[in-house]
């Protein structure tokens, strides 16, 4: 979807991830996109960090790496977030954050990344009462700040994400850094987790997986969930995407609950007393029809918008005009090296906006809000 207000920035939309990894704009990939990619990293080493590496638009999702963290708490069929603190025990509320935290995994397509996002790039939505604002607190290396809050719900959440990608020769593993925390104010509990890991397949049968161990704990109800991801076998070209796990005591480690499904399909829970099954997940019912945001206030949309800032390159793959992409991208790419140039020449150091970020050995990068409440957004969801 394009926008473009009588005045305020043009503002480039598209549609969600859908449950299969497509959105309504797919037909704008490159072809022959699995010999592009061999041909891409031909003459990167195994174990090579990734992070510095500039994709051709013909990689390119038409969307910043920003939305693409947004979309997984604002673009969602189901509302499974406001169920997170109705839970009458600590118990039906930590199953209920476990399904929601699946809930904001995606399936990806295969062979297109998001933009990397400029520093001080911006990404603000509101879907109902649910107001949700990233920034981009650093560059090198790639971190992201997320701040979302529902005031009604009496909901927060701060993410910081720090992708660190690396070629193995048949596969790109990312691994996500930073805490993500989730915030039931009116119960006063507090669940930190972490992300599993993105795995890239180039052969022998290309996909892509989410793989690896997740924590979610909540240190005031003495409670963890303990999940693991699996992804596809290498000799397969059927997904797997298995997820299983355990609901404990942290304390004790006394099981209560095993978690067993796919993050693609549904997952549930067996009490080990009871034996009763329950489901907490259903993908069909939580991420189908899913609807693309749209622009309420054109005035006010930020420059720093994502949406804003990669408007021409979006537009330009969504025609396939791969020539007109790569310039509007390097435009983009080059006014941010020459605005680091001018800080480096000035001796200035780059402070975030919505954002104070601290960063230790011990705890990696901690974004802190200057916010306690995220405002309405100009760029919304219908409900």
Known sequence: MVTEGEVGPRVVLTAPLSLEGESDDTDYRAPNLLQRILSLFSSIRPGSDL???????????????????GESVYCINNDMLS??????????????VVGWSISTLRP????????????????????????????????????TALHATDEKEKIEMIWCHNPVPKFYG??????????????????QESYVMNSPKLVIRLVPFPG???VGNVTIKCEETDLQADLYYKGTSF??????????????????????????????????????????????????????????????????????????????????????NWEKAKQAKTIVEERERELAKERKSKSEIWVPKHFTVSYTKESGWVPTPNERWVPPAPIIVPT
């Open 208 to 210: 892509v997986d989410w």
């Open 108 to 143: 990806l397509m295969f062979g297109v990344a998001p933009y990397n996002p400029i520093l001080g790039e911006t990404h603000h939505v509101s879907r109902a009462s649910l107001n949700v604002l990233l920034e981009q607190v650093s560059h090198h290396p790639p971190v």
């Open 235 to 320: 000799l397969s070209n059927r997904p797997n995407r298995s997820v299983k796990g355990k609901i404990f005591v942290s304390s004790t480690s006394k099981t209560i609950c095993e978690i067993n499904g796919h993050w693609d399909r549904t997952v549930t829970t067996k009490d080990i007393t009871t034996g009763k099954m329950n489901v907490i997940y259903n993908a069909k019912e939580t991420l189908s029809g899913m609807k693309t945001p749209i622009v309420k206030d054109p005035k006010v949309v930020m420059p720093s918008e994502s949406t804003v800032v990669w408007a021409e390159v979006s537009q330009s793959i969504l025609s396939r």
């Open 83 to 96: 169920k997170c603190g109705k839970g009458e025990s600590s118990l039906e509320r930590l199953t209920s």
């Open 51 to 69: 992070t510095r590496i500039q994709l051709p638009p013909l990689f390119n999702l038409p969307k910043s790496q920003l939305q693409c963290y």
């Open 170 to 187: 048949t596969k790109i593993e990312s691994e996500v850094h930073g805490k993500r925390e989730l915030k039931l104010i009116n119960r």
